[in-house]
């Protein structure tokens, strides 16, 4: 994940605020649960995560995708103090069966 190059198009921000809504939302619920008990526990209530999950996709799927990167882009230009690519090995196929 982290080594995934950030875009900051409006498309993936929204995508990737998924996962920490889906989190806040399971923990509301929990909390109802813990203060209304019976009325409004997590049996009742769990079809709201899929709401938000429904939400979220729509609302990312309508947003432009303007500026968009690609996680597969490499970096433009390999930065001073990098790890320069290992030599080739006189015999590629020795020690690499693992
Ligand atoms: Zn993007």
Redesign the pocket.
């Known amino acids: 994940m982290s080594d995934r190059i950030r875009?900051?198009?409006?498309?993936?921000?929204i995508?990737g605020l998924m996962g920490p809504a889906i989190i806040i939302t399971v923990g509301v619920l929990f909390l109802f649960d813990q203060m209304r008990g019976a009325y409004l526990s997590f049996g009742n209530t769990y079809p709201v995560i899929l709401i938000v999950i429904g939400a979220i996709s729509l609302a990312a799927a309508a947003a432009p995708?303007d500026?968009?990167?690609?996680g597969q882009v490499p970096p433009a230009g390999a930065a001073p103090g990098t790890v320069p690519p290992a030599p080739q090995s006189q015999f590629p196929a020795q020690g690499q069966g693992q």
């Open positions: 875009c900051t198009c409006r498309r993936c921000t995508r995708s500026g968009h990167v690609s």
